[in-house]
């Protein structure tokens, strides 16, 4: 029985030992499978292995796990396909057609397809660059106001060339995919403008206060536009921004225009409620008490404050002439329109001038819509009138008559002068952040000053006037002039007391006798401003708007109302300089342009087009 159980553990042991080296051979066969059981157990990713292009695959990496990719088809596998048997799989079941390919077949294949993507690559790439040049060469063609052709016709050309001499004829074939057809101008236009709408709306979308100034033009095809401006706080700082242009179909009365404008308010997003000025010029049609725009606008929006533009008002006082002087006037003007009327005159004119050695060799034509233009006319005549005088000596005796005059020529002399002043008055009130403090100051000082130019000129003393000091004019002449100028601008200027907005111009320099009329919590403000010494060396650095919106965050009630005494508008500055663009841009060659709002929209914005973000809301195409 013993010798039975030996046995039978002697056949189990050596059985198990057979066992034993099967499973050590089989092991050798079956290590990648194994292997890949214990990394799947223990969560590892695969790794990519160079032999697994052998069965057409290559690899992507997504996260920290590499992906098997089939250089055929492309599909994508999981990582836990990252192995022999299943790529084979992939392979012998999806693609049996290539079963027997060896690597260099499927490495040639991975290598065109490189090549390819790399081609597509560049080709996006350039279409992309395309886009933006695009987009950029039409906002330079809207700002410098010229026809949308000459994009394809000179620019295009002109880089061509350039690039072409510079760089060589492959950067030529580069440039020449930038579109840039008359279309494709106007597409491009119309965005950038629709996007400079859009970031108004936003600026402003949140209750902002504004103010409006707006006018009314004839163009060149005698339609009528209205042209407005907005000005509002752009986070730290003042702007200027254009709004609309917009054309009045048939008429343009107080109806029209009110209606007008408050469609563009409703197409900007912006609410009658917000706004806090309006400035006009003072045309029936603005300003008429019954019918006017202002008076239909003060019916449902009292709070909105109207104001005269101060250009507008200063120019009518300027033509208010004794009739002595204005014969005067009258008659160089008809002067000037005859030699500048005839093309041998002016020629003639112009050859004396450089004979004679004088600073200039033409005269300035008299145009009575220009603010500036007596001052210039009046100044250049004067400097000529030799040379005029020997001109119409033998063909106009009778100009010839009146230049000789002594007296004549000193009352010339004296509108000369007079008009260089205002002139100088005219021009300090153009401008950007202009507003109804300095405008005023600037009215208020050229009254104090012509009170002085009166008190001289009764003494006999005409140095203020630099042409007139030589000449032999009675100061009766003078005076009378002086007295009109006077009565007029305060006829026309009756409410440029604003001593009540002083603690706005300065806060620390008024008493409480000078804020008695402010609200109590304005006056506890005001008050706790001007004991706080860090704000008053701080009104020193800041220019005053700047300060006032320092302040906003520790006493919002003040601040608030001294942004509202600064941000109305005092004239149609930009209005006028906008209907100069317009005059420019809608010219005879192209006077049945539709696009003029958003042409002017992307030529005198303050704010400029977001290129890059219309160009990722495109689909790039060098086509077109």
């Given at each position: 029985?013993?010798?039975?159980?030996?046995?039978?553990?002697?056949?189990?042991?050596?059985?198990?030992?057979?066992?034993?080296?099967?499973?050590?051979?089989?092991?050798?066969?079956?290590?990648?499978?194994?292997?890949t059981q214990r990394c799947s157990s223990s969560g590892a990713a695969r790794r990519y292995q160079e032999?697994?292009?052998?069965?057409?695959?290559?690899?992507?990496?997504?996260?920290?796990?590499?992906?098997?990719?089939?250089?055929?088809?492309?599909?994508?596998?999981?990582?836990?396909?990252?192995?022999?048997?299943?790529?084979?799989?992939?392979?012998?079941?999806?693609?049996?057609?290539?079963?027997?390919?060896?690597?260099?077949?499927?490495?040639?294949?991975?290598?065109?397809?490189?090549?390819?993507?790399?081609?597509?690559?560049?080709?996006?790439?350039?279409?992309?660059?395309?886009?933006?040049?695009?987009?950029?060469?039409?906002?330079?063609?809207?700002?410098?106001?010229?026809?949308?052709?000459?994009?394809?016709?000179?620019?295009?050309?002109?880089?061509?060339?350039?690039?072409?001499?510079?760089?060589?004829?492959?950067?030529?074939?580069?440039?020449?995919?930038?579109?840039?057809?008359?279309?494709?101008?106007?597409?491009?236009?119309?965005?950038?403008?629709?996007?400079?709408?859009?970031?108004?709306?936003?600026?402003?979308?949140?209750?902002?206060?504004?103010?409006?100034?707006?006018?009314?033009?004839?163009?060149?095809?005698?339609?009528?536009?209205?042209?407005?401006?907005?000005?509002?706080?752009?986070?730290?700082?003042?702007?200027?921004?254009?709004?609309?242009?917009?054309?009045?179909?048939?008429?343009?009365?107080?109806?029209?225009?009110?209606?007008?404008?408050?469609?563009?308010?409703?197409?900007?997003?912006?609410?009658?409620?917000?706004?806090?000025?309006?400035?006009?010029?003072?045309?029936?049609?603005?300003?008429?008490?019954?019918?006017?725009?202002?008076?239909?606008?003060?019916?449902?929006?009292?709070?909105?404050?109207?104001?005269?533009?101060?250009?507008?008002?200063?120019?009518?006082?300027?033509?208010?002439?004794?009739?002595?002087?204005?014969?005067?006037?009258?008659?160089?003007?008809?002067?000037?329109?005859?030699?500048?009327?005839?093309?041998?005159?002016?020629?003639?004119?112009?050859?004396?001038?450089?004979?004679?050695?004088?600073?200039?060799?033409?005269?300035?034509?008299?145009?009575?819509?220009?603010?500036?233009?007596?001052?210039?006319?009046?100044?250049?005549?004067?400097?000529?009138?030799?040379?005029?005088?020997?001109?119409?000596?033998a063909e106009k005796p009778e100009f010839a008559a009146l230049i000789s005059d002594e007296t004549w020529?000193?009352?010339?002399?004296?509108?000369?002068?007079?008009?260089?002043?205002?002139?100088?008055?005219?021009?300090?009130?153009?401008?950007?952040?202009?507003?109804?403090?300095?405008?005023?100051?600037?009215?208020?000082?050229?009254?104090?000053?012509?009170?002085?130019?009166?008190?001289?000129?009764?003494k006999g003393e005409l140095e203020m006037f630099p042409l007139t000091v030589d000449t032999d004019i009675?100061?009766?002449?003078?005076?009378?002039?002086?007295?009109?100028?006077?009565?007029?601008?305060?006829?026309?200027?009756?409410?440029?007391?604003?001593?009540?907005?002083?603690?706005?111009?300065?806060?620390?320099?008024?008493?409480?006798?000078?804020?008695?009329?402010?609200?109590?919590?304005?006056?506890?403000?005001?008050?706790?401003?001007?004991?706080?010494?860090?704000?008053?060396?701080?009104?020193?650095?800041?220019?005053?708007?700047?300060?006032?919106?320092?302040?906003?965050?520790?006493?919002?009630?003040?601040?608030?109302?001294?942004?509202?005494?600064?941000?109305?508008?005092?004239?149609?500055?930009?209005?006028?300089?906008?209907?100069?663009?317009?005059?420019?841009?809608?010219?005879?060659?192209?006077?049945?342009?539709?696009?003029?709002?958003?042409?002017?929209?992307?030529?005198?914005?303050?704010?400029?087009?977001?290129?890059?973000?219309?160009?990722?809301?495109?689909?790039?195409?060098?086509?077109?």
């Amino acid at each position: 029985m013993e010798k039975f159980l030996v046995v039978k553990r002697k056949r189990l042991s050596s059985s198990e030992e057979h066992s034993e080296n099967r499973t050590s051979d089989s092991s050798g066969s079956s290590a990648t499978m194994l292997l890949t059981q214990r990394c799947s157990s223990s969560g590892a990713a695969r790794r990519y292995q160079e032999s697994y292009l052998s069965f057409g695959f290559t690899y992507t990496e997504s996260g920290n796990r590499e992906l098997p990719v089939c250089v055929v088809c492309g599909e994508k596998l999981s990582n836990e396909c990252m192995v022999p048997s299943k790529l084979n799989r992939h392979l012998t079941t999806k693609h049996s057609h290539l079963e027997k390919k060896d690597k260099a077949y499927f490495s040639r294949l991975l290598s065109s397809q490189v090549k390819e993507a790399k081609v597509m690559n560049n080709i996006t790439k350039t279409s992309e660059k395309a886009l933006v040049a695009s987009y950029k060469v039409a906002e330079v063609i809207a700002r410098k106001m010229q026809p949308h052709t000459a994009a394809e016709t000179l620019i295009l050309p002109a880089c061509k060339e350039i690039v072409k001499s510079m760089l060589g004829e492959a950067a030529e074939r580069e440039i020449s995919k930038v579109p840039l057809s008359n279309d494709t101008i106007a597409r491009r236009i119309e965005d950038m403008s629709a996007d400079i709408q859009k970031q108004v709306a936003e600026k402003l979308n949140y209750g902002a206060k504004f103010a409006l100034q707006l006018d009314e033009s004839t163009d060149i095809s005698k339609k009528c536009q209205l042209m407005s401006y907005v000005r509002f706080l752009n986070g730290e700082s003042l702007a200027e921004q254009f709004l609309a242009c917009k054309e009045l179909p048939l008429t343009s009365t107080g109806s029209d225009i009110n209606n007008c404008m408050t469609s563009t308010l409703k197409e900007n997003g912006l609410y009658w409620k917000n706004c806090i000025s309006v400035c006009t010029d003072g045309a029936p049609a603005m300003t008429g008490r019954m019918k006017g725009f202002t008076s239909r606008l003060k019916q449902d929006f009292p709070h909105i404050v109207f104001s005269h533009c101060f250009l507008h008002r200063e120019a009518l006082v300027a033509k208010t002439i004794p009739e002595g002087l204005k014969n005067v006037m009258s008659s160089v003007v008809e002067m000037v329109n005859y030699i500048k009327s005839r093309a041998l005159k002016t020629r003639v004119l112009k050859v004396m001038c450089q004979e004679a050695g004088a600073l200039h060799d033409t005269l300035i034509l008299h145009t009575e819509i220009r603010w500036l233009s007596r001052g210039k006319v009046l100044s250049r005549f004067y400097e000529l009138k030799n040379e005029l005088l020997q001109m119409f000596a033998a063909e106009k005796p009778e100009f010839a008559a009146l230049i000789s005059d002594e007296t004549w020529c000193s009352k010339v002399a004296y509108l000369a002068d007079i008009f260089g002043h205002l002139n100088i008055l005219n021009a300090s009130m153009q401008g950007k952040e202009e507003n109804i403090l300095s405008s005023s100051d600037k009215l208020n000082g050229f009254l104090r000053k012509m009170q002085v130019w009166k008190s001289k000129v009764e003494k006999g003393e005409l140095e203020m006037f630099p042409l007139t000091v030589d000449t032999d004019i009675c100061s009766s002449v003078v005076l009378e002039h002086l007295s009109v100028l006077e009565d007029k601008m305060k006829q026309y200027f009756p409410s440029l007391n604003v001593n009540e907005c002083d603690w706005v111009r300065n806060p620390f320099a008024v008493t409480t006798e000078d804020t008695k009329h402010l609200p109590l919590q304005e006056a506890e403000e005001l008050a706790e401003l001007q004991a706080d010494r860090t704000m008053k060396l701080k009104f020193r650095e800041e220019t005053l708007l700047q300060f006032w919106i320092l302040v906003k965050r520790e006493f919002p009630v003040l601040s608030e109302h001294a942004i509202s005494v600064l941000l109305p508008f005092s004239t149609t500055y930009l209005c006028e300089q906008g209907f100069s663009a317009l005059t420019y841009i809608k010219n005879k060659k192209r006077e049945r342009l539709l696009s003029v709002d958003q042409e002017l929209r992307v030529c005198l914005s303050a704010i400029p087009p977001r290129i890059e973000q219309l160009c990722r809301s495109k689909q790039a195409h060098v086509s077109h």
